[in-house]
T-cell receptor, first 114, second 112 residues
């Protein structure tokens, strides 16, 4: 596989469930990102990991918990979510650790919270 | 917060016509990027233009940057139905850290 792979592509969960989104990049990049894309809102940066260290956390509620076990994998653990958390969650990676370079995105995980 | 704002929000054109969309931003930048997103898919990088560049081309795409006006434009020439997508500009935050922020996008519909 090449590029950035996200699983699952679609997820439906209840507010009391615990689930995880997975992202894997096969590009040898040094930085990985989680973005949230809601209807009629700009893309929101949630978390940034550079060399497996979290370097950005944009005031995201604690019901979202990121994990970066190595430079190729990124997870977003979800628990006790709210319906307004329904969105497309996009993972991205970049070679440039400053965060200013080109981002390579996965296809996204469409999350629906009932 | 630092953010690009695209204009117009939506654009409908006939195949073969040119499509132009604009992006304005608030503070100084190191670079500005344009991305395309097909419905329900991930974003795809199109062009990166640095603050010391004024114009850049890639195939049928032409991007300009005017740092004095804090604006950029993306021109798609001889549009095709496959160009139907949302287009986003993204700006860095200068010295504010690992952050690339996106505008709300321009939805482009190219009618065959």
């Amino acid at each position: 596989e090449t590029g950035v792979t996200q699983t699952p592509r679609h997820l439906v969960m209840g507010m009391t469930n615990k689930k995880s989104l997975k992202c894997e990049q096969h590009l040898g990049h040094n930085a990985m990102y989680w973005y949230k894309q809601s209807a009629k809102k700009p893309l929101e940066l949630m978390f940034v990991y550079s060399l497996e260290e979290r370097v950005e956390n944009n005031s995201v509620p604690s019901r979202f918990s990121p994990e970066c076990p190595n430079s190729s994998h990124l997870f977003l653990h979800l628990h006790t979510l709210q319906p307004e958390d329904s969105a497309l969650y996009l993972c991205a990676s970049s070679q440039d650790r400053t965060g200013y370079g080109e981002l390579f995105f996965g296809e996204g995980s469409r999350l629906t919270v009932l | 917060s630092q953010q690009g704002e695209e204009d117009p929000q939506a654009l409908s054109i006939q195949e073969g016509e040119n499509a132009t969309m604009n992006c304005s931003y608030k503070t100084s930048i190191n670079n500005l990027q344009w991305y395309r997103q097909n419905s329900g898919r991930g974003l795809v990088h199109l062009i990166l233009i640095r603050s010391n560049e004024r114009e850049k081309h890639s195939g049928r795409l032409r991007v300009t940057l005017d740092t004095s006006k804090k604006s950029s434009s993306l021109l798609i020439t001889a549009s095709r139905a496959a160009d139907t997508a949302s287009y986003f500009c993204a700006t860095d935050a200068g010295a504010a850290g690992n952050k690339l922020t996106f505008g709300g996008g321009t939805r482009v519909l190219v009618k065959p």
